[in-house]
């Protein structure tokens, strides 16, 4: 039989007929004692392979449907095809159930149509075979899908853009400007020299799709209406799955197709929702791909596409594309793009969240609803949890977890979750919340729900710092430690007034080998000159001694007004510890998750990986350096979920957001990439502290050094922007000549005012100013932040190579902030540690007098207050001592007039 091999198992009928005979399959039950029925409802029609004896006997095809209530005879409605059997050898017969014909064969079945729903059997016979005894086989006899065809290439490949400049019809992309090529046109198998695409001549039509990609790069038919200027949808809903003939190379290339579907209501722009698959291309040839949309992965691009899971009722357009061709331009062919199935539009009974979002003000009960797509006779169950957010659990809220179930007849039940108050602001804060195991339902799209709590205080502008996690004094001098202390409001050294749980700034210094000092510099000035004075709560211990605290002001030299040559270091982490030691919570923040709690599902790109905050993943590994680990996951005892499923990566994204911001210097990594094959994606880059209030790509992003083991010998130094964003953006490559991977390299950039320089090994390979992306906006003067991470696959990342041995490290052997040196001029005030446990202290302003010590270039222009680019204090000489500090604040003094009273 085609395609088969001569072990293949084939049913052989050979028969005498005299007037009429056959065989039937009346389907049966396991046990083989029961007649039993299936649902043929969905499907169009029949299909199986027939080995034919030419020798013009009339066969026919018959399928027994629908029985009396109660029966207990064959009285089974007959729906019969026939042919005449003119052809020797294998012919594959498909018979559409609208080609079928009532057979009445005197057995009182019912008359009432054909439905489907209840099938009993099917019976393969002939008529009369005139005296001599012949043999049949058959083969794969199965159901026809319905299909419709929504692309043959016959018409050419039609192109527009509509009212709002979006493409219609057939476009190409790609990371263009890397090198990537893509073309496309329409050829026949025969001009094209290829085999035609099974059961259709060398006339037919098919698409060409040739590139040479870098990155990612491909077409899309954005579905067009007649006249080619407007983006219209199709309603896929009632069908199953997608399916297309495909002529690969074999050359393990990863090709992935998209769906495009749904859209933001009154959308102007592209942010259909994609869902996609892929598959390595190692078949030289043509192939049938059948892709059930069950299958698809939501593919988040960045777009700001809706989230709201599959239905197939506003489909936009199809995709095909390729990542990296590793050099080499590669032609495929498609041909009849189709939609298949027939699932009769009805939702099956699944259990999902309501909502993907759920909010609830801090103190109060959340509530979140879990809903049935439609009532049941039985009750159905399903567990849930709290899981990983940024919010902490026992402090922002209390963890749950249980079962829920849904009594029969209901089609809604609530998860309540209790958060806990608290007296300060401290930001809106997230978690996930999970579903699983369910028990009678199917569990729909929405298994995975964010609660975001929302802080019911305002942020208070006049706070420096309290110190909840971390400190920003990255700047210190002498032997001293810092570290964060939890107090709990029972606890004897609770600081009055604090809530349930305080943390507080611990210091532990000696001053009898030298001074110590610590400074926390401000990336930009800030305007105290509102306020009468500065405030800090202090824990003394009655020492007697006097501490200092300095004020810096008014830097009138900039790093904006220096040259790159003049700068010195300011800031460094060398990763220097014990092995297993977690990097410095002062200087990085983990970002944790599949970028779900950031808004970003995927993190934007349809990456792999779950970043946590474990050191498994992020460590020092004890030889100087930050090893950033990537790890496989077993999928099958995983409780990590991500968009795609059960998680098959964790890693790690280390932030310095809200610790460590600069505005303009030199930011440069020694980094080892790890060693691993396709897919790795490590980086370390930079965004714009503003991007809370104003979003991505608004907020700027500068990619310091991204390397994608795909393309091993390069890495990529680019930026982001309104408008060059993405597939968009303006970057340019490092090629080694040999694998990066192979030792560590310097990776850095110079960047000041209206400019951005990239270096790679003290190489300047790449610079780029606001002529490079105008008449876009040049959003990249004002203070950024720096990332440290390790991704897997996604739109940049590309395949997963299954070969890849894990786990995989990027190595960070130091990170290094070059600036301007510090000229603000200084001026300090002091109190003296005369009491015993809490006290606030009060600084007025005024008490502050100029420093002795300067630094070169400091003006002298008295404390204006204008601009404070810091603060820090100074700890007593010859001694040594701890003290914890909290709530540095900046007061304003109010005097009070009082009434003169007089009495007659």
């Known amino acids: 039989m085609p395609g088969k091999n001569p072990a293949n198992q084939v049913l052989d009928l050979t028969a005498n007929v005299v007037g009429w005979g056959g065989f039937t399959h009346a389907f049966a039950n396991t046990a083989v004692d029961t007649w039993v029925s299936m649902d043929w409802s969905?499907?169009?029609?029949?299909?199986?392979?027939?080995?034919?004896?030419?020798?013009?006997?009339?066969?026919?095809?018959?399928?027994?449907?629908?029985r009396n209530p109660g029966s207990t005879t064959d009285d089974a409605e007959r729906w019969s095809y026939e042919w005449t059997d003119t052809t020797a050898g294998w012919q594959f017969v498909q018979v559409l159930f609208s080609d079928l014909n009532r057979k009445d064969i005197g057995n009182g079945a019912p008359n009432d149509g054909w439905t489907g729903t209840e099938v009993f059997g099917w019976s393969l016979g002939t008529t009369g075979t005139g005296g001599s005894a012949e043999t049949r086989y058959v083969d794969d006899f199965g159901l026809l899908e319905r299909v419709t065809v929504i692309d043959d290439f016959e018409s050419g490949l039609p192109s527009g853009v509509d009212a709002n400049a979006l493409p219609v019809g057939f476009a190409t992309w790609g990371d263009t400007w890397n090198g990537t090529t893509v073309a496309i046109t329409t050829t026949t198998t025969s001009a094209a020299a290829i085999a035609p695409v099974p059961g259709m001549d060398g006339t037919n039509q098919v698409l060409d799709l040739t590139s040479n990609v870098i990155g990612w790069g491909g077409f899309t038919h954005a579905f067009e209406n007649g006249t080619l200027d407007t983006w219209v949808s199709q309603d896929w809903s009632s069908y199953n799955g997608v399916s297309l003939w495909y002529y690969g190379t074999g050359s393990g290339t990863i090709v992935f197709l998209d769906i495009v579907e749904n859209r933001n209501p009154g959308s102007t722009t592209d942010d259909g929702e994609r869902w996609s698959a892929e598959w390595a291309d190692n078949t030289a040839g043509w192939q049938f791909k059948q892709i059930p949309f069950s299958d698809l992965n939501r593919k988040d691009i960045g777009n700001g596409a809706p989230n709201d899971g599959w239905t197939g009722a506003e489909v936009y357009g199809w995709a095909l594309g390729t990542t990296g061709t590793g050099g080499n331009t590669e032609t495929r062919y498609v041909d009849e793009m189709s939609i298949y199935g027939n699932n009769g539009n009805i939702r099956p009974l699944e259990l999902?969240?309501?909502?993907?979002?759920?909010?609830?003000?801090?103190?109060?009960?959340a509530v979140l609803t879990v809903s049935l797509t439609t009532s049941t006779t039985e009750p159905v169950s399903i567990n849930y949890r709290t899981a990983e957010g940024y919010a902490i659990p026992d402090r922002d809220y209390t963890p749950v977890s249980g079962t829920l179930t849904i009594p029969a007849g209901d089609t809604e039940g609530t998860i309540n979750i209790q958060t806990l108050p608290n007296s300060k602001f401290s930001g809106d804060k997230n978690l996930m919340v999970l579903l699983s195991d369910p028990v009678n339902v199917t569990l729909g799209f929405g298994r995975r729900a964010v609660l975001t709590i929302i802080d019911d205080e305002m942020a208070d502008p006049a706070l420096v710092h309290d110190f909840e996690g971390f400190h920003s004094f990255l700047d210190t001098v002498g032997d001293l430690t810092m570290s964060i202390t939890e107090l709990a409001a029972a606890d004897s050294n609770a600081r009055p007034g604090q809530d349930a749980f305080e943390k507080v700034l611990t210091v532990d210094y000696d001053t009898t080998g030298g001074p110590a000092q610590f400074t926390q510099t401000f990336v930009q000035g800030q305007d105290w000159s509102a306020h009468d004075g500065l405030s800090l709560w202090y824990y003394g211990s009655n020492s007697g001694k006097a501490i200092t605290v300095n004020l810096l002001d008014n830097q009138i030299t900039t790093t904006a007004d220096v040259p790159a040559a003049d700068w010195t270091m300011v800031w460094n982490d060398e990763f220097n510890g014990l092995a297993g030691t977690l990097p410095s919570p002062n200087n990085w923040k983990h970002e944790i998750g599949d970028g779900t709690l950031n808004g970003i599902s995927g993190w934007g790109n349809s990456e792999f990986e779950f970043y946590t905050n474990n050191a498994d993943n992020a460590s020092l590994d004890g030889n100087g350096n930050l090893a950033i680990t990537m790890q496989k996951v077993n999928t099958a005892t995983t409780d990590l979920v991500c968009w795609y499923g059960p998680c098959q990566y964790t890693s790690a994204r280390l932030v310095s957001a809200n610790r460590m911001e600069y505005e303009y210097g030199r930011m440069e990594a020694r980094i080892q990439v790890p060693t691993g094959g396709s897919g790795l994606w490590p980086a370390f880059w930079m965004l714009g502290t503003n991007i809370g209030d104003v979003d991505w790509p608004q907020s700027g992003e500068i990619d310091i050094m991204e390397y994608v083991s795909r393309i091993p010998n390069e890495v990529f130094g680019t930026i982001h922007g309104p408008g060059y964003s993405g597939g968009a953006s303006f970057g340019n490559t490092y090629d080694f000549g040999v694998p990066v991977s192979t030792t560590a390299h310097t990776f850095s950039v110079e960047w000041g005012p209206d400019e951005i320089h990239w270096f790679v090994?003290?190489?300047?390979?790449?610079?780029?100013?606001?002529?490079?992306?105008?008449?876009?906006?040049?959003?990249?003067?004002?203070p950024f932040y720096i990332i440290l991470n390790l991704a897997i696959g996604g739109n940049f990342g590309g395949g997963i190579d299954p070969n890849i041995v894990f786990p995989q490290e990027m190595l960070v052997d130091y990170v290094r902030i070059y600036q301007a040196d510090n000229t603000s001029e200084r001026f300090e005030a002091s109190f003296v540690d005369n009491f015993t446990g809490w006290q606030k202290v009060l600084l007025p302003f005024d008490q502050f007098t100029r420093s002795a010590n300067q630094p070169v270039g400091a003006p002298n222009d008295g404390l204006t207050l204008t601009q404070v680019w810091g603060y820090g204090l100074q700890l007593p000489d010859n001694t040594t001592g701890s003290f914890h500090m909290d709530w540095v604040y900046l007061d304003t003094l109010y005097t009070y007039f009082y009434p003169i009273m007089f009495k007659n």
């Not at 999902?352 to 009960?365: C, N, R, S, Y």
């Open 761 to 782: 090994d003290g190489i300047n390979y790449h610079n780029a100013s606001p002529a490079d992306v105008a008449p876009n906006e040049w959003v990249f003067n004002h």
């Open 352 to 365: 999902a969240f309501a909502a993907q979002q759920f909010d609830v003000l801090e103190g109060q009960t």
């Open 42 to 66: 969905s499907y169009v029609g029949i299909g199986f392979w027939y080995y034919g004896t030419g020798s013009g006997t009339v066969v026919f095809v018959d399928v027994a449907e629908n």
